[in-house]
């Protein structure tokens, strides 16, 4: 059929355009610099081209003699003769195809590119990959109907179509799976830094589990739907070249089963449209999931001493679960419904064609109908499966979605450097300010808690105790001194410079009521502290409880009191110029914490550091120089 030849024609010539664009890329990228050559073995590459040649050799000498797929008892020189304008233009236009495919992975190959997005070169792998799958189905359907010798002359193009499907999957899995992790890390880093960027009080504020559920559900699930991916594009590539072979067959039965395919298809992604709803209140759940899991390790103390309270909260996660189980149910059971629906159509289908057929076409011979089943058959597994991966890929663009809006919400404010800002003054002369600095917590329109204003300076050498009562305002005040929180009116500076949140951390060493301890000692230099940090270890009374090797500790399983003086050890090896602790001593025994007031914060004081303490030890307030009292947010 001409037509269809035209058909094919025009495929294999949007191919070669590609190909061609694609090398062309490629040379302005090596041409710019943007591609650098690789390295390898010159033999290897020697090696390569040379078996590439004898490739192309064996595919050119197979599409010369491609008349034993169509007229076995011809010559080839007869066949060509008489082949119509359009299948001798089909050849050549593939074998063009194909070689400038070859060329154009050669060179992507050997001039790789930095973070590379290769979606020409995964389109034409998959073009490769489906022509390949799909020669296959007329090299056995033809084998299939000819004899001995006419299928044994059919096996070199078996081999030939199995051999381009392989390589073309094998490459375009290994570049579609290096392209997708890599989107992966680049986005879950871009999460990483968004957050690292982003003001605390937002972070502070953020739903538990959705940063868990960003970072790792999310990125897994658009990861795992790479392999699914590589397999959908040439699927698509196969069921077309089936189509158009069953155009050849018979037209009449093109339509017909074309037609059958439209309509599973929107019958598919109708119901997979009213499933996707439950699969987005679902990943709503995986938040409140692990918010749960948080619950369970930090709570795990009076879970474990209070059954009742241990009983109440299994039942609230498993009702969670259970929701989420039955909401699974619910969006695959529609999926499962569909694909029924879908593999009985298929199936009456190729009973229409054996029963139907014969009365409806009463000129289509017996051999065409079985062409017609065998490659409808071959088509339905690939049909299937694309059909079946749909509500994966839904899930993947759902979790993709959620990454891209998660980064959007804690984007758009200003990068901070991720070197510490140095200070041009000597930091025994360090002059930290609260000019009329007011912060306020609103819980809502009606209700809201204020600290400050408040006017305040705090300088180098001092030692500055701030007590009051519980929600007094103590750890705010805290908070804007460390740059914790932005101060909603008036200023905070340093040595007279304005600061804004985030920025006076680089001179500030805190150890919060709720400090969390690393296990490594990160942003410290330990090769050329290594001496000192042995020395704060005995001076802290852990040299027999914990070692320090390659800047990380040997455990932080450790009680609360042990977990501060390492807490503390840091400070030190931080050496900043302003410290900062929260209740610091009410973890400690009784000589460590006289220990603290008398021996450390002194210590400290002398080495010209701004010392500031949160602390209700009354007994030791005068050993302080200044005592800041607070009252409802203001200083008394």
């Known amino acids: ?149 006419v299928r044994l002359h059919m096996l070199p193009y078996f081999v030939l179509g199995m051999l381009f499907f392989v390589f073309g999957q094998r490459l375009l899995r290994l570049r579609l799976i290096r392209m997708t992790n890599g989107i992966v890390y680049d986005k879950r880093m871009e999460v990483i830094s968004n957050i690292l960027n982003a003001p605390y009080e937002n972070v502070e504020t953020m739903e538990r589990g959705k940063i868990e559920t960003c970072l790792n559900n999310d990125t897994e699930t658009v990861s795992s739907f790479a392999n699914k991916l590589v397999s959908m594009g040439t699927w698509s590539v196969t069921i077309a070249a089936g189509f158009v072979y069953l155009a050849f067959i018979s037209m009449e039965g093109f339509l017909l089963s074309l037609g059958v395919v439209l309509l599973a298809s929107m019958l598919f992604f109708t119901l997979i449209k009213s499933a996707n709803r439950l699969w987005e209140e679902t990943r709503d759940i995986q938040n409140v999931f692990f918010k749960f899991i948080h619950d369970l390790i930090y709570g795990f103390k009076e879970l474990y001493l209070h059954r009742n309270k241990a009983r109440d909260f299994r039942d609230n996660m498993g009702a969670s679960c259970e929701t ?30 054996v029963f139907a057929f014969p009365y409806l076409f009463a000129s289509i011979q017996e051999g065409s109908l079985r062409s017609f089943v065998f490659v409808f058959l071959y088509m339905a597994g690939p049909l299937t499966s694309i059909l079946n ?24 404010f200003q990068e901070r450097p991720w070197e510490e800002v140095r200070l041009d003054s000597p930091a025994s002369e360090l002059t930290l300010k609260l000019e009329e600095a007011r912060y306020e917590y609103r819980k809502n329109e009606e209700q809201a808690f204020a600290v400050g204003p408040i006017d305040y300076e705090f300088r180098s050498g001092e030692l500055i105790f701030i007590v009051g009562g519980n929600g007094s305002g103590k750890s705010t005040l805290a908070k804007l001194i460390t740059g914790l929180y932005e101060p909603k009116d008036g200023v905070v500076t340093l040595n007279g410079k304005a600061m804004g949140a985030g920025d006076i951390g680089s001179h500030v060493s805190t150890i919060f009521s709720d400090a969390y301890l690393f296990d490594r000692l990160y942003g410290i230099d330990f090769a050329s502290k290594e001496e000192e940090a042995n020395g704060y270890l005995k001076l802290l009374g852990l040299q027999s409880k914990v070692r320090i090797q390659d800047g990380r500790f040997s455990t932080t399983q450790l009680s ?53 303490v949160i602390t209700h030890d009354d007994r030791y307030f005068d050993m302080a120089d200044k005592v800041i009292k607070m009252e409802m947010g203001r200083i008394a």
């Not at 799958?133 to 084998?143: E, G, K, L, P």
Request: with cysteine; proline share 4%.
């Open 560 to 612: 609360s009191g042990q977990r501060k003086r390492l807490a503390l050890l840091v400070s030190y090896l931080d050496d900043k110029p302003i410290c900062l602790f929260d209740e610091w001593a009410a973890d400690q025994d009784p000589e460590y914490r006289e220990f603290f007031y008398t021996n450390l914060l002194p210590d400290l004081k002398t080495r010209g550091k701004c010392v500031i």
């Open 1 to 149: 059929m001409p037509s269809v030849s035209w058909i094919w024609n025009g495929v294999f010539i949007l191919a070669m355009l590609a190909a061609l664009w694609s090398i062309g890329a490629a040379l302005v990228g090596i041409k710019k610099g943007a591609r650098r050559y690789g390295g390898g073995s010159g033999w290897r590459n020697l090696y390569n081209i040379g078996l590439a040649a004898a490739f192309y050799g064996w595919l050119g000498f197979c599409l010369y003699e491609c008349r034993r797929l169509f007229e076995p008892e011809q010559s080839a020189s007869a066949f060509w003769q008489d082949a119509p304008a359009s299948g001798v233009l089909a050849v050549v236009v593939l074998f063009a195809a194909l070689l400038l495919i070859g060329v154009h992975l050669t060179l992507v190959m050997l001039y790789p590119k930095e973070k590379e997005r290769p979606y020409g070169s995964m389109m034409l792998l998959s073009f490769v990959s489906g022509i390949g799958n799909a020669s296959m189905i007329f090299v056995v359907n033809a084998a299939i109907a000819g004899s001995g010798t």
């Open 324 to 353: 989420y189980r039955d909401k699974r149910i619910m969006a695959e059971g529609k999926v499962a419904n569909v694909v029924v629906i879908g593999d009985m159509l298929f199936a009456a289908v190729i009973g229409c064609v």
């Open 389 to 412: 991966s749909l509500p994966e890929l839904f899930q993947a663009r759902i979790s993709w979605n959620r990454m891209k809006q998660f980064s959007k919400d804690l984007s758009g």
